[in-house]
């Protein structure tokens, strides 16, 4: 019984992880008619493949940080990139104004590896329950900082200039929660029930918070 017991735990520990691509690449594309499913996403007939499949140009280009949280990401991933698919990589450009902020999120699927090509960043990510510990480091132009995967984390530029930094992440299609929008810009609303006793603040403050306007730079 216990022989069995621990094959069965150790199967369904194996079936939890990703599996290893069996194949070089599985270009995704959007037309299912005679396409093999794959990872979230339809592959194209890999004779037909090109070099364009795996190309993406534009990422020299600043992104527009003229909004509330000044910042903006631009991402490289399966979406933009189909040769991604089942890779398991992606990347992003985040552009800061000064003090702009690229505010707590988490990637539910990546960690995260960023290096600064300009400027410089109060950046920091936090633990899980009950620790909850915070690690914080000020990047500048050439230094790199990781964010484990799932953990909420958070990029501020603490400069008067602007800043750019470059990230990999561990998935061609990482995700990304942003805390604050997702509590408090949720579609429908979460009740202020909830959020007030959640927050230990009144209904009042919530409500105030579910009343903003929050953007999505990602």
């Keep these: 019984m216990l022989v069995a017991f621990t094959f069965l735990a150790l199967a369904s520990f194996v079936l939890a992880s990703d599996p290893s691509p069996l194949q070089d690449f599985c ?15 339809f592959c194209k007939d890999p004779k037909l493949a090109t070099a364009d499949d795996f190309f993406l140009k534009g990422l020299n280009v600043p992104g527009n940080t003229s909004n509330q949280l000044g910042s903006m ?19 992003v450009r985040i552009d800061y104004a000064p003090y702009g902020l690229n505010p ?5 699927r990546a960690t995260e590896a960023l290096i ?11 633990t899980s329950n009950p620790e909850n510990r915070l690690f914080t480091k000020v990047l500048y132009e050439g230094d790199a900082f990781v964010f484990p995967e799932g953990l909420v984390h958070f990029q501020f530029n603490v400069g008067k200039t602007p800043a750019v930094a470059f990230a990999g992440l561990s998935s061609q299609n990482p995700g990304v929660i942003t805390i604050a929008k997702a509590v408090f810009g949720s579609n429908p609303p979460i009740s202020d029930d909830v959020l007030a006793k959640a927050f230990q603040v009144d209904k009042k403050v919530v409500d105030r918070l579910q009343a903003q306007f929050w953007m999505d730079i990602n």
């Design 116 to 126: 600064v090509l300009e400027g410089s960043l109060y950046v920091g990510f936090v």
């Design 73 to 91: 990401v631009t991402p490289a991933n399966v979406v933009q990139i189909p040769g991604l698919n089942t890779l398991g990589i992606s990347l």
């Design 27 to 41: 270009v995704a594309i959007n037309e299912p008619k005679d396409a093999v499913f794959v990872n979230g996403k």
């Design 104 to 108: 707590p999120h988490t990637h539910p």
